[in-house]
């Protein structure tokens, strides 16, 4: 008989996140019968927001990823798996520096942004880790010692071949899976106050700014909800307050029912300059609600199918005009549209035959 594939997934938390629902979704679910999976969460049990009672769990209680390297090289040492696969940028970085350690185990980033390179990164104002020339090459050299990277989109492949030099052969595109797929709206009919909704981290890249200066401008009754943390909050909620929109605008900081409250409305809003795999957005139409987007670097465009799921614009006034389209959207076709490319099974088939073809 065959010996099982032992992988290892290391995450720095559970928190609420892409990342943390696709890897624990993933380390539950592969074939028993050819893999033994393990996750690893640097930080601690009672942060979790994903149900991980089916996967073999270690927490290694420790608040920051650098503080839970020698207890990471204890257990790879002992354990001698065969892949481990690491998500979230810092995270990668370190896993890629000790993975010269590990001559038999395969290292695998999870990479989760479109990256910038060097020129780029210095001049984002509001990265100061990245604008920091000796950090990047930190960072590029973890990356590159990495021996495969798993992307979520093309645009993200690209984007890693350009900043780090990587070669294609080490990059492989799997999209995020649906893993809810019993839920959908029960209907398509406008209420009599339209019903918005984004959900995703408070940044000036998630362009919740430009939603709120658009939705504003429009002449009919409107309600808008955001969910999500982060640290542009008072930006955000001061731009409500310019556009005098308190009377349209509610807040939740968080939810563990994303769902009730993507079917609750009748459309998504992104507003994001560039995405990496846009997860809430795929949610909206795995539950039949459609989107409306821009069409901006990343997995957007994998995603919508303009006029059947949702539209993809090019600019501000496409968007606005938009809002104002009156169509009856079918939940059915919509979930549909989304479930065919990135249904569960399909998404694991693809990580499972990942897997074995670099073992």
Same mark, same amino acid.
């Given at each position: ?47 979790? +927001? =994903? ?12 608040? &920051?990823? #650098? /503080?839970? %390297?020698?207890? !990471? ?121 339209? +019903? =918005? ?12 700014? &430009?939603? #709120? /200066?658009? %939705?504003?401008? !429009? ?121 065919? +490319? ?18």
């Amino acid at each position: 008989m065959t010996s099982k594939i032992k992988v290892f997934f290391v995450l720095p938390t559970l928190s609420a996140g892409g990342a943390e629902r696709v890897i624990s979704f993933v380390s539950q679910n592969l074939n028993q019968e050819k893999f033994d999976s393990t996750l690893i969460v640097i930080g601690f049990k009672k942060d979790n +927001k =994903y149900e991980v009672s089916n996967a073999n769990t270690i927490y290694l209680n420790k608040s &920051r990823v #650098l /503080k839970s %390297l020698f207890k !990471l090289l204890k257990i790879i040492s002992k354990q001698k798996p065969q892949i481990v696969v690491s998500s979230i940028s810092n995270l990668n970085v370190m896993m890629g520096l000790i993975s010269i350690l590990f001559s038999n185990t395969i290292f695998v980033g999870r990479h989760t942004f479109i990256t910038k390179t060097p020129s780029e990164a210095d001049k984002l104002q509001n990265n100061k880790i990245l604008s920091l020339k000796s950090v990047f090459d930190y960072w590029d050299y973890g990356n590159k010692k990495l021996d495969y990277f798993i992307c979520q989109s093309a645009d993200m492949k690209q984007s890693i071949i350009t900043a780090y030099g990587i070669d294609s052969h080490k990059i492989k595109v799997i999209n995020n899976p649906i893993t809810q797929t019993n839920i959908i709206k029960s209907n398509n009919h406008h209420n009599q106050t339209r +019903k =918005y909704i984004t959900i995703g981290r408070l940044s000036k890249l998630k362009g919740h700014e &430009r939603i #709120l /200066k658009m %939705l504003s401008q !429009l002449s009919f009754s409107f309600q808008y909800t955001i969910i999500g943390e982060g640290s542009y909050y008072d930006e955000i909620f001061k731009k409500v307050k310019e556009l005098g929109l308190e009377q349209n605008v509610s807040y939740i900081k968080f939810t563990d029912n994303v769902y009730k409250h993507l079917i609750d409305h009748d459309m998504f809003l992104q507003g994001s300059f560039t995405e990496g795999f846009p997860n809430a957005l795929l949610e909206s139409c795995a539950v039949g609600v459609p989107v409306l987007a821009f069409d901006v670097p990343g997995g957007t465009k994998e995603i919508v199918e303009n006029e059947i799921n949702g539209f993809l614009v090019n600019n501000e006034d496409e968007f606005l005009k938009r809002l104002y389209d009156e169509r009856k959207w079918n939940p059915e076709k919509i979930k549909e549209s989304v479930n065919k +490319k990135f249904n569960g099974n399909k998404i694991l088939s693809d990580y499972e035959q990942f897997f074995i073809k670099i073992v």
